[in-house]
């Protein structure tokens, strides 16, 4: 699938998910490989919109990235930096990636609708320390996500899960 010509966004969204199925399947050279491509696109991209042409926003197109297109992009590349470490059982690493995930969603405007981050990044680092054996961080993280997108249903799961293990 040729996805060159749509935004770092929604390339980001399709590398994402590209790299949840290789993490599934135990690939991490495949992983790696999604992990590489995407921080050479967002050196690109950044560059670009650093360093590009100023444009009036009307005449912004969909492949045009902005702060924020750049900022989602950066948000699940740390996430799966974090899945891909958490593989090699570098935990220190995997949880600053995810801390550094939690930072840059943070540093953006919360937006209603459903997440533009396919696993948001609060309700991530909750499942990971719950997989650590850290319930009460991970039920600190698990209230903390469910501020921010009251109702969804994962979280409730995890926090339910939560509960019936303390």
């Given amino acids: ?7 770092i966004s929604v390339r ?6 590209e ?4 993490l599934k399947t135990g690939n991490a050279k495949k992983l790696d490989s999604i992990i590489d491509l995407m921080g050479q696109d967002q050196k690109r991209e950044s560059f670009i919109v650093a360093e590009g042409s100023s444009k009036l926003c009307s005449s912004v197109t969909r492949d045009q990235a902005t702060q924020m297109d750049l900022k989602e992009a950066e948000i699940r590349q740390q996430q799966l930096l974090a ?3 958490n593989m090699d059982k570098n935990h220190k ?3 600053e990636h995810l801390i550094k995930s939690i930072e840059i969603a943070n540093s953006i405007s919360y937006s209603y609708g459903p997440p533009s981050i396919q696993k948001p990044t609060r309700e991530l680092y909750a499942e990971w320390l719950l997989a650590q054996n850290r ?3 991970a039920a600190q ?3 903390l996500a469910l501020k921010k997108g009251p109702g969804r249903v994962r979280v409730l799961k995890g926090m339910e899960t939560l509960k019936q293990i303390l």
Avoid: C, P, V, W
Wanted: charged fraction near 30%.
């Fill in 12 to 17: 980001s969204q399709y590398h994402f998910l």
């Fill in 141 to 143: 993280q698990f209230q």
């Fill in 93 to 95: 690493l995997a949880e």
């Fill in 1 to 7: 699938m040729d996805i060159t010509d749509l935004n």
């Fill in 83 to 85: 899945l891909r470490e």
């Fill in 135 to 137: 319930k009460e961080e």
């Fill in 19 to 22: 790299g949840m199925k290789a």
